[in-house]
């Protein structure tokens, strides 16, 4: 059990809560803002707010766009950055292509010729800062008790030792909640191993090893 007088301070408390928030909002992008940029004629890129952090989503007008990237642009269209929709086939007759240029910009392809047009951005934007006990988030009830015991685990770091190893199912909690509500992560076995979800064959000796620690030998052609 913990002490009656917690190990950490106030504003360490603080801190441990706002980086979890961070944390969260990294992993599941749970603060998201739709805004409206207007389009300026032959303009390839656009600077996003700075609430905005990460983009996720670009209509132009009622249309939505791929995502791409920088990279892919430039290899199948070196001169894409002057590219309008005006220009005929094969450029298509309005932008079909976004891009993330870092986390604060984005490009689209091809330009609008004439602009004045609108794009909708759907971004993650940033999370909000707890710097009195007055303030509040817009989060769920049921993410209380995962973010709480990540801040816990995160403050127990400080004490370290088997305080801090008795904490870790509080963490694996934290990311198996990240994980019920981003998919993606899935795609991670670094993730999955974190979370205490996927051990791999790490957790399993080979055939070999398992024989030679009891004196054995593996039989020739049998698989090891």
């Known amino acids: 059990m913990f002490e009656a007088t917690p190990f950490w301070t106030a504003t360490e408390a603080n801190r441990a809560i706002n980086e979890t928030l961070r944390w969260w909002n990294l992993l599941v992008g749970y603060w998201r803002k739709m805004e409206t940029i207007v389009t300026v004629a032959n303009s390839a890129s656009y600077l996003l707010s700075s609430t905005l952090i990460l983009p996720a989503r670009v209509n132009f007008s009622s249309y939505p766009l791929d995502i791409g990237t920088i990279f892919d642009l430039f290899q199948a269209r070196p001169n894409w950055i002057a590219e309008t929709s005006s220009l005929g086939a094969p450029v298509p007759p309005r932008p079909t292509i976004w891009a993330p240029i870092g986390m604060k910009r984005i490009a689209i392809w091809p330009s609008d ?112």
């Open 113 to 224: 010729p004439v602009g004045g047009t609108t794009l909708v951005v759907d971004a993650v934007r940033s999370t909000p800062v707890l710097t009195l006990d007055t303030d509040f988030i817009d989060i769920g009830r049921e993410e209380f008790s995962n973010l709480g015991g990540e801040a816990l685990h995160i403050l127990a770091f400080k004490e370290g030792g088997a305080r801090w190893e008795s904490t870790l199912h509080w963490h694996q909690d934290f990311l198996k909640a990240a994980l019920a509500r981003n998919s993606m992560l899935y795609a991670s076995d670094f993730y999955r191993r974190a979370a205490g979800l996927d051990f791999g064959r790490a957790q399993h000796r080979m055939r070999r090893e398992e024989l030679e620690s009891k004196g054995q030998q593996a039989p020739q052609g049998q698989p090891q």
